[in-house]
């Protein structure tokens, strides 16, 4: 564990494998890594808002994932999101969704 | 004394087909082969009597027997176990110091619990890994199977090598058309016939899913419909004019493969990500994506994005509007360049 960014064990998932060098590599470019959460974070609330949630970072290594209630799991990598966001909203996250479409395209027009 | 070297990942191969398409007859062949001698196989049996166990005639201490049904749902416990099990003896000098394992699996299994049990079972994840999934096809039967059995066609869209055999008994007209069947949902996958002088190394070792060679885009054919009963399965290549935001990208594909992952046989894609001057390459099968590799070149002047999807009753054109929803969140957006034709 790196007592520095708290991160226990690595993550595996494959979105979490290099996008660009360094990104998600743990013991360099701890930064970027850290960066290339918070974007994750900020895209994933676009989205979860949608259905209630919200995702936040925790200690670098998990996401805490909540509904307006303060219902939370945590969850681990992008894998577990979003059967962990089913689970909480109770309905099905659907990408496909039009009217969810739609709501994602108002954001850049 | 010297012992040969117990790769740090062992490579598991899985050797799927419909009922009676030769899996078994397959495998005999190839581990006649000398150089499969340090092979473990693991056999997933159909109903009680293991009629492919007893054609097999290799049989020793590193095989295990499944002993039920299908591996969809009762199975990937069993077949974790299987291979925790040979491990452990690996380990403790109890059987021979295999390096690879084949699993052969019930003709009526939808190949893909195997593969996910390899990636998500926490200690096999570390030791095994998932090398070239071969599908037997039977070319007398094989159309009849494709148009009526979903598992079939799963079986060969998620294959990395489609075995044609009893092509020696098969009308010709009938090898062409099945042939033109499964490309319809496997584009690339090389394609032999039994008949021929099989390698056991090009079967279990290639192709790489990990090199660009031979990477396929080529566009998908006109009225892909299979037939009329399989016809809600098709194949289309999404093209992408911008670079891609990866961390929108991630979200947007598990998001995808988490709903609809049981209809999308497969992904296959090269994608131009915003910040890389080469390529990354990404595979998915179902709910499973493959590690995305680096590329180290662009396989020709063409730039742009390309994502090969390989769906079941999903509307394309919704795909990609979805996409362009997601990528359009990315940091690098609104301001994602704009990729150079060929």
Same mark, same amino acid.
């Given at each position: 564990?790196?007592?520095l960014c708290?991160?226990?064990?690595?993550?595996e998932?494959?979105?979490d494998?290099?996008?660009r060098?360094?990104?998600?590599t743990?013991n360099?470019?701890?930064?970027?890594?850290?960066r290339?959460?918070?974007?994750r974070?900020?895209?994933?609330?676009?989205?979860?808002?949608?259905f209630g949630?919200?995702?936040?970072d925790w200690?670098g290594?998990?996401?805490?994932l909540?509904?307006?209630?303060?219902k939370t799991?945590?969850v681990?990598d992008?894998?577990?999101?979003w059967?962990?966001?089913e689970r909480l909203?109770?309905?099905a996250?659907d990408p496909?969704?039009?009217p969810?479409l739609?709501?994602?395209?108002a954001?850049?027009? | 004394?010297a012992?040969?070297?117990?790769?740090a990942m062992?490579?598991v191969?899985?050797?799927t087909?419909?009922?009676g398409?030769?899996?078994t007859?397959?495998?005999?062949r190839?581990?006649?082969?000398?150089a499969?001698h340090d092979?473990?196989?693991l056999?997933?049996?159909?109903?009680?009597?293991g009629?492919?166990?007893?054609l097999?005639?290799?049989?020793?201490?590193?095989?295990v027997?499944l002993q039920?049904?299908c591996l969809c749902c009762?199975i990937r416990g069993?077949?974790a176990?299987a291979l925790r099990?040979?491990l452990s003896?690996?380990?403790?000098?109890l059987?021979p110091p295999f390096?690879r394992?084949?699993?052969?699996?019930?003709?009526l299994?939808d190949?893909f619990p195997v593969?996910s049990t390899?990636?998500?079972?926490?200690v096999l994840?570390?030791h095994?890994?998932?090398?070239?999934v071969? %599908?037997?096809l039977?070319a007398?039967?094989?159309i009849r199977?494709?148009?009526?059995?979903g598992?079939?066609?799963?079986q060969a869209?998620i294959?990395?090598?489609?075995?044609? %055999?009893?092509t020696d008994?098969?009308?010709?007209s009938?090898?062409l058309?099945?042939?033109?069947?499964?490309r319809r949902?496997?584009p690339?996958a090389?394609i032999?016939?039994a008949s021929?002088?099989l390698?056991?190394?090009r079967l279990?070792?290639?192709?790489?899913?990990?090199?660009?060679?031979g990477?396929y885009?080529e566009?998908?054919p006109?009225g892909?419909?299979?037939?009329?009963?399989?016809?809600?399965?098709q194949?289309?290549?999404?093209?992408i004019? %911008?670079?891609?935001?990866?961390?929108?990208f991630?979200i947007?594909?598990t998001?995808?493969?988490?709903?609809?992952g049981?209809?999308i046989l497969r992904?296959?894609?090269?994608l131009?990500v915003?910040?890389?001057?080469?390529?990354?390459?990404i595979?998915?099968?179902?709910?499973?994506v493959?590690?995305?590799?680096?590329?180290?070149s662009w396989?020709?002047?063409?730039r742009r994005s390309?994502?090969v999807f390989?769906?079941?009753?999903?509307?394309?054109a919704l795909?990609e509007?979805?996409f362009v929803a997601?990528?359009?969140?990315g940091?690098?957006?609104?301001?994602?360049?704009q990729?150079?034709e060929?």
């Open positions: 564990m790196c007592s708290g991160i226990l064990g690595g993550n998932h494959w979105a494998a290099v996008a060098p360094g990104a998600y743990r360099v470019e701890r930064i970027d890594r850290r290339e959460r918070a974007g974070v900020r895209i994933a609330n676009r989205v979860l808002s949608a949630l919200s995702l936040t200690q290594s998990s996401y805490l909540s509904t307006r209630t303060g799991e945590i681990e992008l894998g577990h999101l059967p962990a966001a909203s109770g309905r996250l496909l969704d039009p969810f739609e709501r994602m395209e954001y850049h027009g | 004394m012992e040969p070297a117990i790769p062992t490579p191969n899985l050797i087909g419909f009922l398409s030769g899996k007859t397959l495998l005999k190839l581990l006649a082969d000398p499969l092979t473990a196989v056999i997933n049996e159909f109903g009680e009597v009629l492919d166990h007893h097999l005639e290799r049989l020793d201490d590193t095989m027997l039920s049904g009762t069993d077949l176990d099990d040979l003896k690996r380990e403790r000098g059987v390096r394992v084949v699993i052969e699996s019930t003709g299994a190949p593969l390899l990636k998500s079972d926490p994840r570390h095994f890994k998932a090398a070239t071969i %599908t037997t039977d007398v039967n094989g199977q494709l148009e009526t059995y598992e079939s066609v799963r869209a294959a990395d090598v489609i075995v044609l %055999t009893k008994i098969a009308e010709e009938d090898v058309r099945l042939t033109e069947d499964v949902f496997n690339d090389p032999v016939a021929e002088t390698g056991a190394d279990l070792n290639g192709p790489a899913r990990e090199t660009a060679g990477f885009c566009p998908v006109d892909n419909a299979l037939s009329q009963h399989a016809s809600s399965i194949s289309f290549v999404m093209t004019d %911008t670079t891609i935001d990866w961390t929108a991630g947007w594909m998001m995808l493969l988490n709903r609809h049981d209809r992904v296959k894609g090269i131009n915003e910040g890389e001057a080469f390529p990354v390459a595979h998915g099968v179902q709910y499973l493959h590690v995305p590799v680096h590329m180290t396989p020709s002047a063409d390309r994502i390989i769906v079941d009753g999903i509307e394309p795909i509007r979805s997601f990528n359009g969140l940091v690098s957006s609104p301001a994602a360049r990729v150079e060929a």
